[in-house]
T-cell receptor, first 112, second 113 residues
Framework: GESVGLHLPTLSVQEGDNSIINCAYSNSASDYFIWYKQESGKGPQFIIDIRSNMDKRQGQRVTVLLNKTVKHLSLQIAATQPGDSAVYFCAENYFGNEKLTFGTGTRLTIIP | ETGVTQTPRHLVMGMTNKKSLKCEQHLGHNAMYWYKQSAKKPLELMFVYSLEERVENNSVPSRFSPECPNSSHLFLHLHTLQPEDSALYLC????????????FGQGTRLTVV
């Protein structure tokens, strides 16, 4: 069945360093992938998405890479800040389907 | 502040109680969602409404009953819940059901005793 998983449940990074959060997916028919950030006591917040016809997309301090060959997705956060501490979820879906499939999340902790 | 507001933030209810969760958005979005977030589990989609019509019911028990009276409001009516229903219930909205960007509320932390 469909599944979206993350390689590591927790990740600690020194403030100012870059961080990479990984995600594996199994549905080769997925049309797009999304990264969400969830801070403590808050709902998930959209960060960035990428369509399946792209390999890379950049936002403000974030880059998402998509490797369809190995069904792997990553979120790179540059020059991490304390405010980046949160749980990060990847999600995938295909057009015409309302049901986003979420992973279990990676908790990113930024060490001052 | 995402523009999606949920009330109450916390709710404790007995298994015989009836309560309702409320979600409100004034973003002009046409699609609204209920998700359940349990510890160490992925977010689970419960219901999807598009233009006030339910388009997805993801095999949710009947003790959860959604209501969408207009495009800005979404309710989740709860009755005879079980302790395993304790979780964070998140409401979200998006421009339409095909939009990739959903805006989430802060959630209602529900505890069933």
């Amino acid at each position: 069945g469909e599944s979206v998983g993350l390689h590591l449940p927790t990740l600690s990074v020194q403030e100012g360093d870059n961080s990479i959060i990984n995600c594996a997916y199994s549905n080769s028919a997925s049309d797009y992938f999304i990264w969400y950030k969830q801070e403590s006591g808050k709902g998930p917040q959209f960060i960035i998405d990428i369509r399946s016809n792209m390999d890379k997309r950049q936002g403000q301090r974030v880059t998402v890479l998509l490797n369809k060959t190995v069904k792997h997705l990553s979120l790179q956060i540059a020059a991490t800040q304390p405010g980046d501490s949160a749980v990060y979820f990847c999600a995938e879906n295909y057009f015409g389907n309302e049901k986003l499939t979420f992973g279990t999340g990676t908790r990113l902790t930024i060490i001052p | 502040e995402t523009g999606v507001t949920q009330t109450p933030r916390h709710l404790v209810m007995g298994m015989t109680n009836k309560k309702s969760l409320k979600c409100e958005q004034h973003l002009g979005h046409n699609a609204m969602y209920w998700y359940k977030q349990s510890a160490k589990k992925p977010l689970e989609l419960m219901f999807v409404y598009s233009l006030e019509e339910r388009v997805e019911n993801n095999s949710v028990p009947s003790r959860f009953s959604p209501e969408c009276p207009n495009s800005s409001h979404l309710f989740l009516h709860l009755h005879t819940l079980q302790p395993e229903d304790s979780a964070l219930y998140l409401c979200a909205s998006s421009q339409d059901r095909r939009s990739t960007e959903a805006f989430f509320g802060q959630g209602t932390r529900l505890t069933v005793v």
